[in-house]
DNA sequence: GTCATATGCATGTTTATGACTGTTTATTCA
DNA sequence: TGAATAAACAGTCATAAACATGCATATGAC
């Protein structure tokens, strides 16, 4: 039996029981739980399972916005406060849908005159009020896990606006310096704003890092500015060769 | 069993049933109390909830619902209840913004397998995790006030659906007969879908009634199903005689 | 043979947990 | 009102399990 042949049956229980425990495992394929968890360790860092201790759940893949809201919040208030210091009065700024950008609508400061595009009714709808800020609204189908308009209808109307800044809800970012997405309808989108918006920001918490998902968006460039929150700095090095700016904030 | 796991369990408890206690938590997992606090003051921190004497509570971190939202929820609660009362497999409805709207849309039965039309983000909002519901948004600027996208942009859009049904947010019902409201172009917006529409509900609570605004959208009639909330049978004898179908809800 | 990989074992470290401490809190009853 | 009381609390410690890592061995391909 070899460790891939394992690793696969491994995340079938995983698809059907929805988590397994190293030590069962060890048992049942009768090999030692440092296999079994090397093995889980690779798992992991593939993308196919997240770690725990004493075994392994199934990965998420889906987790519906709602929840996703109230993961890591302080480090996403942080990124907002960060991300609304760049705005500047009678700016049009495109913001898409992620957390972190519902977050970033509600740090914004009033008075400030905007123009804020969207496709996310989320973040029109806490901008909805707000009556010296000019919102308007990309429609289509909503695409459910997206939480956004990303459809055909959606492109048409996004090819007619030029927004000075692009707040980028970030999906994740490979360690080929790529920002990626889930969704394809979702990446294609990001791709047409990212091209008209004239300066992106990329707003990322540490668990975006290093993460691929199936779809690129662009290659990390010179117009994106990139802001992580509680990072390392060795951990951006390789960004910086791209041209990108770079900002680290934290609470520490 | 993993305190991950366990968390996420907690947490799912909690959005079920709005709160926890920690006794019954450690007596349902069979772990110590000690361990279910553990849990509790991790997910507090991580903003997943709040800490109470004895357990923990939903965190509610919707925006602060403004004005009317809060006025009278009960009679909306009961409205919408009658509303999507009258909702089939299968339809498309429109459902623009409105207090009684929100409610409608929250009450929302699932498998129905419908599709929603919607100028309103907030509206949108709720639906955006809603799997079996395709919601299509109907974009363009959004005006204040009405917290809803009928502009040019819209109405253009607009044109272009017909749903089954439309559940017409109502500022007022005057004792012309009319439908009234407050903002020119929502009024143009409410007749362009109303004209559409196969057939139109309008929930109505109390105050709605004798109440003109500036603009007319549609006189009443056969096309219309008024569902009123604890009114009296005999405030609404002049509205039969428009042909429109007439039910009353009530708490009592 | 060499090389790459997989595995098991020994190592020191980290983690989750329950038990124990004293403190804070809500409630009860005078 | 205020004191009494039991429950819930935060913090510390001990422990056993799970952990990462380095190294030696085994297996199979070339």
Chains 1, 2 share one sequence.
Do not use: W
């Amino acid at each position: 039996m070899y460790s891939k042949e394992r690793q696969k049956l491994i995340y079938r229980r995983l698809e059907a029981d929805g988590q397994v425990v190293a030590n069962e495992l060890a048992a049942e394929f009768d090999v030692s739980e440092d296999s079994i968890r090397r093995d889980l360790r690779e798992m992991a860092a593939a993308q196919q399972c997240e770690r725990v201790y004493g075994g392994a759940l199934k990965l998420d893949r889906s987790t519906p916005m709602r929840d996703r809201q109230n993961i890591d919040v302080a480090a996403k208030q942080l990124l907002a406060q960060a991300v609304v210091k760049g705005f500047s009065a009678g700016m049009s700024i495109f913001i898409d849908a992620s957390s972190t950008n519902l977050e970033v609508v509600r740090a914004l400061p009033s008075g400030l005159d905007l123009t804020i595009f969207t496709n996310a009714p989320s973040i029109a709808a806490i901008l909805a009020d707000d009556v010296d800020t000019n919102v308007i609204l990309i429609g289509g189908r909503l695409t459910p896990g997206v939480g956004a308009c990303v459809d055909s209808r959606a492109v048409q109307d996004a090819t007619l606006i030029n927004p000075d800044l692009y707040v980028m809800g970030v999906c994740g970012l490979s360690d080929s310096l790529e920002v990626t997405a889930e969704d394809h309808d979702d990446a294609v989108f990001k791709r047409i704003i990212a091209e008209r918006a004239s300066q992106i920001v990329l707003p990322v918490t540490k668990s975006k890092l290093g993460r691929r998902h199936r779809y690129t968006v662009l290659p990390v460039n010179e117009k994106i500015r990139l802001i992580a929150a509680n990072t390392e700095q060795s951990k951006l090095e390789a960004y910086l060769n791209c041209g990108c700016e770079i900002e680290i904030v934290s609470d520490a």
